[in-house]
């Protein structure tokens, strides 16, 4: 069964930056669009970034210039840079991608388990 593994997460001063990265667990067939959400609890699950099968991104407003995503699709992974982080940042990061595991076989999303990234001094 193919999992989406994220790693990069960790605790980080104001104005620090970390890197995620979010990969499947074995080779696929394909990758379409990739996705970056983050949690609060208690909160509303927020998109924060994303990139599409050509390399477009697209960004939250709260992270715009700050955060970057990017794709290797060598290695079928995604990654968010991010920088200038600030307290309110902190949160659970989720990782999504559209997988297509079998090469007839239709697109289907897949989560990874997210994680913690925490700004604080």
């Known amino acids: 069964q193919v999992q989406l593994v994220e790693s990069g997460g960790g605790l980080v001063q104001p104005g620090g930056s970390l890197r995620l990265s979010c990969a499947p667990s074995?080779?696929?067939?394909?990758?379409?669009?990739m996705y970056w959400y983050r949690q609060i609890p208690g909160k509303q699950r927020e998109l924060v970034a994303r990139?599409?099968?050509?390399?477009?991104?697209n960004y939250a407003e709260a992270v715009k210039g700050r955060f970057t995503i990017s794709r290797d699709n060598a290695k079928n992974t995604v990654y968010l840079q991010m920088n200038s982080l600030k307290p309110e940042d902190t949160a659970v990061y989720i990782c999504n991608a559209a997988l297509r595991v079998q090469d007839s076989g239709g697109f289907y999303d897949y989560w990874g388990q997210g994680t913690q990234v925490t700004v604080s001094s």
């Open positions: 990139i599409g099968i050509s390399g477009n991104t």
């Open positions: 074995r080779s696929i067939d394909a990758i379409g669009a």
